[in-house]
């Protein structure tokens, strides 16, 4: 009989020879240190392991342990149940889905909000319900935001990165093709990038997109929560107006997990009964919904944004006073170092200093821009940032980098 399987041995020995397997590490909790298990898929971290600061994390508010949060989903679990058990248009839709889809609509200057089981869901879904005949898509984008681009149908058009002009041509491009004027277009792009810490420049891709009749999809994941009254990029910058779809996640500054749609009434509505991922999951936890509302409610009238973006500024200027290039313009700080085995040995030079910040290498970044990524958190008092600072110099002095 023929052997119409796959061989995953061999292309999981492929990724071995090409170092590009990944493995599993488990910690003891999220915060902003923690015990690690020896990869690959070691034992348990707090029997075979020592405690290591972790400037790794997405957890960028450090709400993941706040008390608050925390009895705000104990609070969830007891009183309305641990899971939604059912769609949202079955069952599963419960009054903290719409306590948390209240503030986040009032945060983000919207008419409603609409959570999703993910973020990845969430563009996935609301793409692919737009169905745009052209998709004008950064360069850089987020792996969902790509995915609903190739499940929506859409023509994609891929514009350089950040680069409102690149995509103003592009636009100009495609208005002169002949039925364009009866086609629907979507410019879409994430305001924060995870993997360079840059910003997009939203207000002119918001001019390029408005001369064209385009709209504007924005995706927060790496915003929400860090800005303006606890919002992104879009508020920071007044364009709640001009951008028509804004997403986000609740698994990074809110502490919790899902994603969220934030629009006007009829962009809601139709989500609501025509977005495959949000119609055919089972409802946001309301556990994760509750942790969710109340981190969001944290980083609107707290201090907790205000410590992370000191946090930020002196691990950014004292990283480029050693002699390290810093990316970005957030609060995601890429170390650039270029070589893949230079990165990787960094990474493990600062680690045998009690430092967790992963090696960014090729296939996720391009050959010869591999990178040490940088998260504080809010939670990292002056003495981590400053361990944090001299790991980086003793590992790179050791590896012939500083």
Known sequence: ?????????????????????????????????????????????????????????NNYLGLTGDQRVQNAARQAAA???????????????????HDLERQLAETKGADRALAFSSGYAANVGTITALEPDVVFSDELNHASIVDGCRLSGADVEIYDHCDASDLRSRLAAQADRPGADDESWLVVTDSVFSMDGTVAPLATICDAAEEFGAWVMVDEAHATGLYADGGGV???????????????????????????????????????????SFV????????????????????????VRERLWENVAHLRDGLETMGYTVLGDSQILPVLVGDRRDALDLADGIRDRGVLTPAIRPPTVPEGTSRIRVAPTATHDQDDVVACLE??????EEVGIL
């Open 79 to 97: 009183t309305v149940g641990t899971g939604a058990g059912a769609s949202r248009l079955v069952t599963g839709d419960t009054i903290v889905h």
């Open 1 to 57: 009989m023929e052997d119409r399987g796959f061989d995953l041995e061999e292309r999981v020995a492929t990724l071995e020879e090409a170092d590009l397997r990944r493995t599993l590490a488990p910690a003891d909790r999220v915060a902003e240190r923690g015990y690690f298990a020896p990869p690959p898929e070691g034992g348990l971290p707090v029997l075979d392991a020592e405690e290591v600061l972790v400037f790794a994390s």
């Open 234 to 276: 879009v508020q920071a910058e007044g364009l709640a107006d001009r951008v028509d779809v804004q997403l986000g996640t609740l698994s990074k500054a809110l502490a919790s997990q899902g994603g969220y749609v934030a629009g006007d009434d009829a962009l809601i509505e139709y989500l609501v009964n025509d977005a495959r």
């Open 391 to 396: 790991a980086f110099r003793a590992a790179g």
């Open 280 to 303: 055919f999951s089972t409802g946001l936890a309301p556990t994760a919904a509750a942790a969710a509302s109340e981190a969001l409610h944290v980083a609107r009238h707290g201090d």
